[in-house]
């Protein structure tokens, strides 16, 4: 089940089992495959989806040695987008970790590199990022913990211009049962609200409101939303939106490393329109297998 996290590894984290909830377990957007395996220290996943009415996929291996607290990721996309990941965990102390994040598009010329920090300790969690080509620019975030309270943020500081691009909070409250989690994002233009609940072992709800000053349309938009374990291998998922728009989720373990998930998602405003504007519904599966 999803449970709030005491202190999550980030501060977008912050409020996390609410945006699960609402956000993971609806394959409706598109259809999609996922196939991994593991030999020894060599994991192997292949994935493909149909998003946006364009086929598309990756192929990733990942080698890992535990001793050494190292792992390296190397993954090719469809679109020829060459992806590379170095990890070195506990490098220089207890709970400290490096990593290295590239990427390489040789038709377009297009490259990136990220270098990353993470500091964890009991109550801690701090995360430092360097963008070697874009900007360049540093970005740091950390998040507090205490007696179930919460607080969060982050900066962007802007090298070349020399000053702090963009910057948010996050300050929540996490209990055995329930988290309520408030967010400043995009500079303090946007501000979210979310709530989840476990009402018991089986049912599981939550709620997120957001508020964008710089929308065109004034108002919040209110999502609500709730989880029902059918039995051990299945549960369902229902969602509903200030728009109008209802989403299922369906999820089952067909047998172990085997995983099926169905999504439906339906504009309750446009039931009984003749010709609807643009895809007033969506239907989408979803099939992992793991071994």
């Known amino acids: 089940m999803s449970l709030p996290q005491p202190v999550p590894p980030s501060w977008k984290d912050l409020g996390k089992a609410s945006k699960d909830l609402l956000g993971k377990d609806y394959p409706f957007t598109s259809n999609s495959i996922e196939v991994s395996t593991?030999?020894?220290d060599v994991a192997f996943k292949v994935t493909g989806n149909d998003q946006g009415g364009n086929p598309s996929g990756e192929l990733e291996a990942k080698f890992t040695n535990k001793a050494h607290g190292l792992a390296v990721t190397q993954t090719w996309t469809t679109s020829n987008i060459l992806r590379s990941n170095f990890e070195l965990d506990n490098a220089f102390a207890k709970g400290f970790k490096v990593e290295l994040n590239t990427s390489l598009q040789p038709e377009k010329a297009a490259?990136?590199?990220l270098v990353q920090t993470t500091y964890k300790q009991s109550g801690l969690n701090f995360h430092s990022a360097f963008d070697v080509f874009k900007g360049p620019a540093f970005t740091a975030d950390a998040v507090f913990g205490r007696d179930g309270f919460l607080l969060g943020g982050e900066a962007t500081y802007n090298v070349t211009e020399g000053s702090v691009s963009r910057w948010a909070a996050a300050v929540g409250y996490n209990a055995p049962d329930y988290a309520v989690t408030i967010h400043g994002l995009n500079n303090f233009k946007t501000f979210s609200a979310s709530y989840y609940h476990r009402v018991n072992p089986d049912v599981e709800a939550g709620?997120?409101?957001?508020?964008?000053?710089?929308?065109?349309?004034?108002?919040?938009?209110?999502?609500?939303?709730?989880k029902t374990y059918l039995d051990?291998?299945?549960?369902?998922?229902?969602?509903?939106?200030?728009?109008g728009v209802l989403a299922l989720g369906y999820t089952q373990a067909l047998r172990p490393g085997v995983k099926m998930s169905l999504g439906l998602a339906v504009d309750t405003q446009k039931l009984n329109a003749v010709s609807p504007t643009g895809p007033a519904h969506?239907?989408?599966?979803?099939?992992?297998?793991?071994?």
């Open 111 to 113: 490259k990136s590199a």
């Open 38 to 40: 593991k030999a020894n």
């Open 207 to 226: 709620a997120k409101a957001v508020y964008d000053s710089k929308a065109t349309t004034g108002g919040v938009a209110l999502e609500v939303g709730a």
């Open 282 to 291: 969506k239907l989408g599966a979803s099939f992992t297998f793991s071994s």
């Open 232 to 243: 051990a291998s299945s549960f369902v998922k229902t969602k509903i939106n200030n728009s």
